[in-house]
């Protein structure tokens, strides 16, 4: 799950039409020493690298948590490596980049939001020639995959198959990220369905052979 994100993310930015053009190097944030990856930092700026991310799980549904650092260098001083001079990008640039390809987006299974972001003070960036900005990203809920075994699956009612024969006619409200809700679904089920504060943002309704 994090894996497919990890690089759903990252096929993202880099498709994007202004990273590509403006960005050198847009990758999975490298596993180095803190000195060798102070000097990767240098050589890849300006960069965006997706750090490897985390999830929380709530009624069995996982919401994701990721981060975009960004690195630009900072050889005119860390005011031009914040701002950019119109010619060297910055770290503010950096940003406006990742909220234009990422948020409000829907990528792999679930849509995606930036909830913050700050500049990295520390003097070892200084000391290194580059400024970092880290940005923050969460998903909406996505279902866990279960793993039904033999057990269970053989404890399951069985459906008579007088159900089945009378089985003519399927209808389904779709609701398309981002999601209204179960208190919503259950006025939309109700009979007849209430769509006072909210409606489905389509629906199915088919008929099948035999149904009159």
């Keep these: 799950m994090l894996a497919h994100a990890e690089n759903v993310l990252i096929d993202q930015l880099k498709d994007h ?7 050198r190097t847009i990758g999975t944030l490298p596993k180095l020493p803190t000195d060798k990856l102070l000097q990767r ?9 997706i750090v490897p991310g985390r999830f929380v799980v709530k009624d069995s549904l996982a919401t994701m948590h990721f981060t975009v650092a960004g690195v630009v260098r900072n050889v005119a001083g860390q005011e031009q490596a914040r701002k950019g001079d119109g010619i060297d990008i910055g770290c503010d ?12 987006q829907f990528l792999g299974d679930c849509t995606w939001s930036v909830t913050g972001g700050e ?11 580059i400024a970092a900005v880290e940005i923050t990203l969460e998903s909406t809920p996505v279902e866990l995959d279960c793993n039904y075994g033999e057990a269970q699956i053989a404890n399951l009612p069985a459906l008579p198959e007088s159900e ?5 006619h399927f209808y389904a409200d779709i609701d398309l990220p981002p999601h209204t809700g179960a208190p919503e ?21 088919v008929q099948l052979p035999g149904a009159s």
Excluded: C
């Design 17 to 23: 039409r202004d990273i590509k053009r403006l960005v």
């Design 41 to 49: 930092y240098y050589a890849d700026a300006p960069a965006l690298y």
């Design 93 to 104: 640039h950096l940003i406006t980049l990742v909220i234009r390809a990422l948020n409000a």
């Design 119 to 129: 500049m990295a003070d520390d003097e070892i960036f200084d000391a290194a020639g």
């Design 164 to 168: 089945l024969a009378d089985f003519k």
């Design 185 to 205: 679904y259950a006025s939309w089920l109700a009979e007849p369905p209430i769509y006072t504060d909210s409606q489905p943002d389509a629906t199915l309704d």
